[in-house]
């Protein structure tokens, strides 16, 4: 269950690209807070804002005003920010180099940290994680990214958030490249990670459907706005806003059945 720490607090939160008649408020006046171990999913179509909130939660964009703070204070280290708070990002591709191996590269997450392991430590994490996501250590060996597929990429991602147990996990649209099949080992995955490491996720999706299925709380975003928020079944079932009941609209009849059971 969410406990009472706070792990993210925003207030008048706004954040604009560009000047004059050519700017974009990609993110417009938000105040919310996300608790510790809770799962809130941020769910919208296309341009309303999710990645550029999933940058502020990573401090890789810096807000135009408002304040954002992580556990009720403002983000100062990056490096100290980076050991707690880690992303998923739609494209694994774009998260791996193709000059060292597979293995090498999940490896070399441990540079983050404060104090590294011994070296046969490591080996046996990089196992323990590679395990924890269905990939027998074998199958990777000596391999590197072009060498596998867009699933087990995906896989890899989240062996590295195995590696690293951060507290915070920002998973943006971590399903959006991978097949249904994919799909579902991904969320059992996440909640597994949510299980064992007691971590809060974040979680990004234009599916609303898949946003019921894995969350405490749901956020609807529209032009920068949350425009309805709530639990899963108060968003799905009783939608009060207008741009939910549109989402609710696209989302598969296959989907659609669970909901209403
Ligand atoms: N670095 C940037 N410079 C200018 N505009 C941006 C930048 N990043 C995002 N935007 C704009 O902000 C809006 C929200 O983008 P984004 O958060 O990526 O949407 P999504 O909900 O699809 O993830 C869009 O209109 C996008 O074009
Ligand atoms: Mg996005």
């Given amino acids: 269950m969410p406990s009472e720490t706070t792990i993210f607090s925003a207030k008048n939160l706004t954040c604009v690209f560009g000047h004059g008649k050519k700017s974009t408020k990609a993110i417009d006046d938000l105040t919310f807070s996300i608790a510790d171990q809770e799962i809130v999913s941020l769910v919208g179509g296309s341009g309303c804002g999710k990645s550029v909130l999933a940058k502020i939660m990573l401090n890789l964009i810096k807000p135009t005003s408002g304040e954002f703070l992580y556990k009720g204070k ?5 490096r100290f920010h980076w050991r707690e708070v880690q992303p998923v990002f739609q494209d694994p591709f774009s998260c791996f180099n193709f000059f060292f191996t597979i293995r090498d590269q999940l490896k070399a997450s441990f540079g983050i940290m404060k104090t590294k392991p011994s070296k046969k430590e490591m080996e046996e994490r990089v196992d323990q994680a590679l395990l924890a996501v269905n990939i027998v250590p074998s199958e990777i060996q000596g391999k590197y990214a072009f060498e596998l597929s867009g699933g087990q990429m995906q896989r890899m991602l989240l062996a590295r958030i195995f590696i690293l147990r951060p507290a915070v996990l920002i998973a943006d649209e971590p399903t959006s ?47 920068g706005k949350i425009v309805e928020q709530g639990t899963p079944d108060d968003v799905a079932l009783k939608p009060k806003n207008e741009h939910t009941m549109k989402l609710l609209d696209d989302i598969p009849d296959i989907h659609k059945n669970w909901i209403s059971r």
């Fill in 74 to 78: 403002p983000i100062i280290d990056q």
């Fill in 177 to 223: 490249m991978v097949d249904a099949c994919v799909r579902a080992s991904i969320l059992d995955y996440l909640m597994k990670l949510k299980k064992e490491l007691s971590m809060t996720i974040v979680f990004i999706t234009h599916d609303i459907g898949l946003a019921y299925y894995v969350s405490d709380r749901i956020f609807i975003m529209h032009r």
